[in-house]
Structures are given as C-alpha cells and as structure tokens.
C-alpha cells in the first residue's frame, strides 16, 4: 500500500465511521447518508488512489479543475461533481465533463447548461443552492426565491432536480449553523409537499457534518477530514467571503 493510499484509507475509515456515529445519535439508519469527497486542489494522483478505496464520485468547485484532472483519471469512470459557484460562461466543460451540479442557484445557469446540456444530448442531476445564513457572500437562491426557481425547472428536461444544496453559516455557534441545516430540510419538505420530487438534501462539511446529519442530510460533502488539509485558504473558494484559511 502507498503512503498515499494508507494516509486516505485511515482517514476514510474514520469518516465514515464519525458519519456513522452522527447517524446512530441522530437515530438515523447509516445508509441513509452518502459522503461526497471533495477533491479539490488536489492532484489526480491522490485521486487516483481513493478510487482504489471504492470511491468513484467526486465533488469539484472550480470547472477548470474537473477539466484539468479529468483526462488523467479518464480510465477510472469517474463521476465529478460541480459544487462551487459557476459562470454561465463555463457551463460548456460541465455540460460534457460533469454528472452532477448541486449549485444551481440561478435562471441564468439553468438557461446556459441546459443549451450546453441539449448540445452534449446528455441530461444530469441538479440540486438547487439555497442561502441559508444571513451571511452577506454566500451564494444561492433566498428561501423566497426558491418555490417559484423549483416550478420553473419543471420547464428543462436535461435537468433532472433532485434536491437541494446549502453552505451553513461560517459561525462558532452550533445552533446557528444548525439553523441553517434545519431550514434546508424544512424547505424541502416543503417543496415534496408541494409536489417536487427532490428527496435529497447536500449538507454538512468536515467541520460541521454531525449538526446536519441531525438535521436530516442525505449526503454530507467532506474535502479536509478525508485528503488533508488544502493550500489555498477557502477565501480562495469562496470569493468575497468571511471565511478564513
Ligand atoms: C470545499 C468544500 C466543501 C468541503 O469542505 P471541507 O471543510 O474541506 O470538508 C464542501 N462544500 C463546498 C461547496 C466546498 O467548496
């Protein structure tokens, strides 16, 4: 085994099994909650060894990553996934690299990939972003916003939505940020009540996941608990944003 494969198996192995934890206290069943690894800043080659883990999707927040480190890992039938912030002026490299975009947060990006989508003759799967902090940078639709965005999307076949998508508020207190994983999760029952099929809720990162497996996330995204910790300060990610390295 690799240096690389033993560092990424034990800190796997102990995800998985903290996610697990989160899912007993919160008296969920463990299966119910996927861990998407965010690969980002990372190179193909420590990639390419946690897909000799089982691991096969990965979350991406830059397209130009997905288009650097898709060729390389071509042989692996990787699925990428989109979940930064995204121009409409790139949609083009996600429409044909991409299997997934959880940070739909706007008409204007649904309008460009679903044209690239048509294009490609490919449809894939979309979670609507929803800002659920009062935090002024965050991207995503306001609560408001989002039964009117959901009806909509109805009208684009090459985008199938699935669920939605929020980044908590970046805060030290825990009943804030579990506020924000609470309005996601009642958002959606709304929208299903309503007639959206989109069961799936993407919340949680490696600080904060235990709050959003209580509060119902069906997919938790961790980048630094699985491949370490990155170069670039996560203002880098998120542009304009409070958060700090
Ligand atoms: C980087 C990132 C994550 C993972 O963050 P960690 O704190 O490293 O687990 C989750 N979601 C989004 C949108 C990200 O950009």
């Not at 890992?73 to 979940?83: N, Q, T």
Request: glycine letters at 8%.
């Amino acid at each position: 085994m690799s240096t690389d494969t033993a560092y990424l198996a034990a800190n796997w192995a102990q995800v998985r099994q903290r996610v697990d934890e989160a899912c007993r206290e919160a008296g969920r069943d463990p299966a119910a909650v996927d861990i998407l690894p965010v690969s980002k800043t990372f190179g193909p080659e420590l990639i390419r060894a946690a897909v000799g883990l089982g691991l096969h999707r990965f979350g991406e927040n830059k397209v130009q990553e997905i288009r650097e480190k898709a060729p390389p890992l071509a042989d692996c039938g990787l699925a990428w996934v989109m979940i930064g912030h995204l121009q409409t002026n790139k949609t083009k490299d996600v429409a044909r690299l991409a299997s997934e975009v959880q940070s739909l947060d706007r008409l204007e990006l649904a309008e460009a990939l679903d044209r690239r989508l048509q294009h490609e003759g490919r449809a894939i799967d979309v979670l609507v972003q929803v800002k659920t902090s009062s935090e002024p940078s965050k991207y995503g639709l306001s609560p408001e916003q989002l039964g009117g965005f959901l009806d909509t999307l109805r009208g684009y076949d090459t985008l199938r939505v699935r669920g939605l998508m929020t980044l908590a508020a970046h805060s030290t207190d825990p009943a804030e940020v579990r506020g924000c994983f609470r309005l996601l999760r009642e958002l959606r029952d709304r929208a299903i009540a309503q007639g959206h099929d989109i069961p799936r809720l993407s919340m949680g990162m490696s600080g904060d996941f235990p709050l959003a497996i209580a509060e119902g996330a069906t997919e938790v995204r961790i980048g630094t608990a699985i491949f370490g910790s990155r170069s670039h300060p996560d203002a880098y990610y998120w542009p304009e944003s409070p958060r700090k390295a």
